[in-house]
């Protein structure tokens, strides 16, 4: 079909987005400073446009010739998009001021819940899920898209604004109410879309970026047929710029052709995760610009710049032009690689932050234009790099190695469910809907302070181990004061659930500086996972068999999961990561073996990641999730049946993997269900599940404290669902990001809920 804007100019080199947080998190502690009423609206805006423009001008000079904008949020992205269609949920509508009204949908106030959280496709990114009801009424407001532009415009850069497809927000948005599914209200989306491309056209926008990664994906039905159509009807708009639909995060197969039948002017399509073939195939293609995603965007290792130059190369006559770029936004990697003064050399030539990233598009852009040699150092570089890594005999540990090969089933398999959880009633004698938390407790100042104290050696290892060790006593000592029958140590050593394991982990580095967003201002430093990992020693023995010392109640043993630890990381691209997961397995199995002998006698092996690294496609998944539930079994298998099992998921749509964390055959799930009201344990009754279960009864993402009779309704929805036997009663996940006054008011609210249904039901 032919386009109204093949005139448009033709880009060479670009991104299909940036992260927003800031290079040193300026905009995480802006945002904060505002919740904390430090940081004025206007102190805010200024923080941001300042980041936006230094990122602008970053990719200008790294040679990028075409600059996404309005890739920028104080929160997130589809957040961002329901402002932009005016479909916040009807209960913040009250709210008059914009800011505060687009804050309390993302992290609620005292009386506003927020926005259930779930994760972005098959990324550690956590997403606002948008609620459209019958009686939602979309209209435009692209306020925010447009401002960004015009301060683009006003520097000199010519923008290409991003937004996400009608496709991709309405695929991922839920229904509430007697609402239809969302993918139905599309006809009502395609109009202001259509509108927004006359309001870009005005600003002078020339091209125009619709992200749709949900069509490489099976999320709904039909998908190839609703591509074709949407975009038939968008790209119809005779006075719009020219429209680029970008797919990522995998291959979008027959919504490729689809999309190539209408007359959008550029597709971007992911080659990392994607096949060239599928562009190879479709004629239509000839007629666009195909923006080729051969730098990973959501990796960190080095480009092989041969390689992705033959995939050019490949592609040179199936597009009508083509582009380079990163496979997806660089949201997902580190900033850069300047910041890493004590990186390991060998290691550092190995890697690719985005600043790296943006100049291998760059250097690839040049070399498919002006040929190989016009490159020559950069291609030259990149061998000698990758040559070093493939010889580095840090890779591989023969030892891991032949002890993996030697695991049988019986490795990997507990006695029966129903025998274990009478012996551990007998052991640890708790009352029906014992309460527990389910890890970390708040990260003091006085935690911060001693942890940055021992970085610059102000102080000595033993001095740090001794105010962690009056932290653990804090904790404990609150604990039985609020009246938990279940204790935790709270983590006070543990930087984060990850990297504080990866630290301690042979076949890991860990960064200084390398901060990605998960969601909102939460920020982590993913460790990078090299090589084959062991553990050197008991990396959480001394701090819990001290937490037990102080009390009579049981404390729990609080481990990470295999399939957790390896999706929170970045991850060795030269073994299938099943591999690493069973290595990491290994290492968690040797740590519950030493816990046990101890005399631990509950452990918690959190696996929040499960659902997070399900792939995209529907004939993937099975295999996925059969080595992803053997990992989890191999590290919690090596252990007594009397010693309980725990395990713990959180902020992900568990519908898909119900099945397997039954197969997890852990003696108790806690799991999200506070912003879902219980939805998930209906799930869990399908799927047969009959261990333990701990729903969330409260949301600890969000500030507002719940009363004991809205724990006391949740638990009353709980026990319609679950016997009393078998409930749990605990938050949704960790207290690591909520203050001290919250996490004691919130839990002396869940303990009184439990006591009152608990006497309800003597």
Not at 228 to 242: F, H, I, N, Q, W
Not at 296 to 323: C, E, F, K, Y
Not at 361 to 369: D, W
Not at 472 to 484: F, H, M, P, S, T
């Amino acid at each position: 079909m032919s386009s109204p804007n093949q005139s448009a100019r033709r880009f060479t080199a670009t991104t299909l987005g940036t992260a927003r947080i800031g290079p040193h998190r300026e905009c995480k502690r802006a945002v904060e400073g505002y919740w904390a009423d430090r940081v004025t609206a206007a102190g805010l805006d200024t923080v941001a446009a300042d980041l936006r423009r230094r990122s602008w001008e970053e990719l200008t000079a790294a040679g990028l010739d075409s600059i996404p904008v309005n890739t920028f949020s104080y929160y997130d992205h589809m957040l961002d998009t329901a402002v932009m269609l005016d479909a916040l949920p009807p209960r913040v509508a009250a709210i008059e001021d914009p800011l505060d009204r687009y804050f309390a949908a993302a992290r609620g106030t005292a009386d506003i819940v927020p926005l259930e959280m779930t994760k972005w496709f098959d990324t550690n990114y956590h997403y606002l899920v948008p609620e459209i009801s019958s009686e939602t009424t979309f209209t435009l407001h692209p306020d925010k898209v447009l401002a960004e532009v015009a301060q683009a415009h006003g520097t000199g850069i010519a923008a290409r604004p991003v937004v996400i497809g009608p496709i991709t927000f309405l695929a991922l948005a839920k229904a509430v109410g007697d609402g239809p599914a969302p993918i139905t209200r599309i006809d009502d989306l395609v109009p202001l879309y259509a509108e927004l491309l006359d309001r870009l056209a005005d600003a002078g926008v020339e091209w125009v970026q619709f992200d749709e990664p949900a069509l490489v994906t099976d999320v709904v039905g039909g998908l190839p047929d609703l591509a074709g159509s949407v975009y038939a009807r968008l790209s119809g708009v005779t006075r719009r710029p020219a429209i680029l639909v970008a797919t990522y995060f995998g291959d979008p197969g027959d919504s490729l052709a689809a999309l190539a039948r209408t007359a959008v002017e550029g597709i971007a399509v992911d080659f990392v995760e994607g096949a060239v073939e599928t562009v190879v195939a479709i004629p239509e293609l000839s007629e666009k610009l195909v923006v080729a995603g051969v730098v990973d965007g959501r990796n960190i290792w080095r480009t092989d710049l041969d390689r992705a130059l033959a995939t050019l190369g490949t592609l040179l006559g199936s597009a009508g032009d083509l582009a380079v770029s990163t496979s997806c936004s660089t949201l997902h990697v580190p900033y850069s690689l300047a910041e890493e003064d004590l990186l390991d050399p060998n290691l550092r030539g190995w890697l690719a932050f985005a600043s790296e990233k943006f100049g291998e598009v760059a250097t690839l852009s040049r070399a498919l234009r002006l040929g190989r040699e016009a490159e020559t150092e950069a291609f030259d570089a990149c061998r000698a790099a990758l040559a070093m890594r493939g010889t580095d005999n840090r890779l591989r540990d023969n030892a891991v190695r032949d002890r993996l090969a030697a695991i049988s089933d019986a490795d990997v398999t507990r006695g029966d469910a129903a025998i274990r959880i009478t012996e551990q009633n007998l052991r640890l004698g708790l009352p029906a809907l014992p309460t527990t938390t389910i890890g970390s407790y708040p990260q003091t100042a006085a935690i911060r302070k001693a942890r940055a104290a021992l970085r610059s050696r102000a102080i000595d290892r033993d001095e740090y181990l001794r105010r962690m060790r009056t932290e653990i006593a804090d904790v404990v000592a609150l604990q039985e004061k609020i009246g938990l029958d279940v204790l935790v140590h709270g983590e006070p050593e543990r930087n984060d659930m990850v990297q504080y394991f990866a630290e301690q982990l042979d076949g890991f580095f860990a960064t200084d500086n390398g901060w990605v967003q998960s969601y909102g201002t939460r920020c982590v430093r993913p460790p990078i996972l090299f090589g084959d990992v062991s553990r050197r020693a008991p990396m959480t023995v001394d701090w819990i068999t001290y937490a037990q010392s102080l009390t009579d109640k049981p404390v729990k043993g609080m481990l990470t999961g295999p399939v957790t630890i390896l999706a929170w990381s970045f991850v060795r691209d030269d073994q299938p990561v099943s591999e690493s997961a069973s290595q990491i397995a290994l290492a968690i199995r040797d740590e519950t073996v030493d816990l046990e002998r101890t005399g631990v006698g509950i452990i918690q092996v959190d696996e929040p990641a499960l659902r997070e690294l399900l792939p995209l496609r529907d004939a993937d998944k099975q295999a996925y999730l059969d080595w992803a539930v053997r990992a989890f079994r191999l590290a919690t298998s090596g252990i007594a049946d009397t010693t309980q099992v725990h395990t713990h998921l959180c902020y992900s749509e568990f519908g898909e993997v119900i099945g397997a964390i039954a197969a997890l055959d852990a003696d108790v799930t806690s799991i999200e269900a506070a912003r879902s009201h219980m939805e998930v344990l209906d799930d869990l009754n399908a799927a047969g599940f009959a261990n333990g279960v701990g729903p969330g009864v409260y949301d600890i993402h969000s500030p507002r404290v719940p009363d004991a009779g809205e724990i006391e309704r949740l638990l009353s929805s709980a026990l319609d669902a679950v016997d009393v036997q078998r409930l749990w009663v605990n938050p949704d996940c960790g207290l690591k990001t909520r203050d001290t006054e919250e996490v004691v008011a919130s839990l002396t609210n869940m303990v009184a809920a439990a006591r009152t249904v608990r006497a309800s039901l003597s």
